[in-house]
DNA sequence: CTATTCCAAATGATATACGATCTGACGGCG
DNA sequence: CGCCGTCAGATCGTATATCATTTGGAATAG
């Protein structure tokens, strides 16, 4: 009777897409861990839909790497290799120090003003020990120095390396220990390089050694504590 | 009676995954231009299969950028404007040259060999005025020097690039007259840098401006010849 | 007790049928 | 002459039904 519910979903969307965003939400919140299996059938039920528009979102999630989809056996949110998720990271690495570097030209000063004051909130979080927030707002600073990028095509990129990296983040090898602080002051030492106008090259190298850090630090990580229960302190996000 | 048909497609193969190859090796080659409608109806005829397949196909397709898909207009494909193409050749210049650099240190003095060869082939190519080989050869050249990457995944970023390249190939500003033999010059100057294990971030930057340069040359000449007719020397290729 | 075979339930894959929406043409009205 | 409403055809979107495959366990033989 009152108002739409506060959540309704656009009632112009297709049934498959709502079905895409129902699903892909609830592997991006780690309600789908890797491994869960989707059945079309019971999904289908959840949504009040058929099977049909389910399985076309799934067949979507697995063109990006979300899901696993076999013939005649069903999908699972996908359960990424270690060796896999380096290779993502490597390749967000690349394109996201693309991005930041392309965007660096239109980035103003209110961009870096806010973009800095989510750094702050992540010092924040590092005393607070709210590993949670402090990812999402490393998300959040990246977005900012995204927002003006020229090109879409490689932010699509980006997302997608950011979607995949998403599904293991409660996985171990996506932590490491000791990395927060440092990424907290590689951002500011970004920030102070686009302030600056450096040369397109050493942005783009520098946002791109911001994460291939955290992948080496990961690997290092890796080597000494081999399946050691993870973190005590903060620290415990990749950045 | 005889053996099978000498292109019968693998009958395990799902009848969705056949409707996606029919249709994306027919907008490879050119058969389905930019623009043409795929209707589903007229496709699941000419496949003998019903529209569910053959509608998954198509979702695939547009998630790839391949093909535009609207809601109760139908599919076509996709008429990639100049700026989107552009932007697709930016973020493969950036993507090919990290690819490069990664394959770099696991290619082998054959590898190095095959790929001259090839080149060598290209060369003859000029003089034979065969734009079409040309390209072929180009794919093949760069092909060779990414058998070794080592990491799957920005690999398929590349094959993505290319594949909506492809898609364009016919188009007016995909053409770059004078291009073609700069172009294998800079192979054989990509070739000497691998030889020379050259630092990987010369041989990234050396691979990026290869297609950069294609890139500023198809500006330029857009700039100056706004539509006219394009060719005449083979050169008519992109590189 | 173990290995093997076979069957039934679960699940995916696809066909068919129906409903919804868009497009374009036709004809009346201003 | 041009604008707008209506309608038919085309096409997509989805539900339902049916077929095919897999899986796990029960029954049986060794």
Redesign the interface.
């Known amino acids: 009777m009152a108002g739409p519910a506060v959540n309704a979903p656009d009632p112009t969307l297709?049934k498959?897409q709502r079905s895409y965003r129902y699903i892909r939400e609830r592997i991006n919140d780690g309600r789908y861990v890797p491994g869960f299996r989707l059945v079309l059938g019971q999904i289908a039920k959840e949504l009040d839909v058929s099977v049909?528009p389910v399985?076309?979102a799934i067949?979507?999630l697995e063109?990006?790497g979300l899901v696993t989809f076999e013939?005649n056996i069903g999908a699972q949110v996908a359960m990424i290799k270690e060796t896999?998720y380096l290779?993502?990271m490597?390749?967000l690495s690349?394109?996201e120090g693309?991005a930041t570097a392309?965007s660096a030209p239109h980035i103003s000063a209110d961009h870096i003003a806010r973009a800095r004051a989510i750094n702050e909130r992540m010092i924040d979080c590092l005393g607070d020990f709210d590993p949670h927030s402090f990812t999402a707002l490393n998300l959040e600073f990246h977005s900012v120095l995204f927002e003006e990028c020229p090109?879409?095509?490689?932010l699509d990129?980006v997302h997608r390396g950011w979607n995949r990296m998403n599904v293991l983040r409660d996985s171990s090898f996506s932590f490491v220990p000791g990395r927060a602080r440092a990424s907290v002051e590689e951002h500011e030492e970004l920030l102070r390089l686009l302030e600056a106008d450096a040369p397109a090259l050493e942005i783009e190298l520098a946002a791109r050694a911001h994460r291939t850090r955290t992948l080496d630090a990961m690997l290092a990580y890796q080597a000494e504590h081999k399946r050691a229960a993870p973190v005590g302190e903060l620290d415990a996000t990749s950045a």
């Open positions: 297709s498959a049909v399985r076309e067949r979507l063109a990006e013939r896999e290779h993502t490597q390749t690349i394109v693309a392309m090109n879409p095509h490689i990129l």
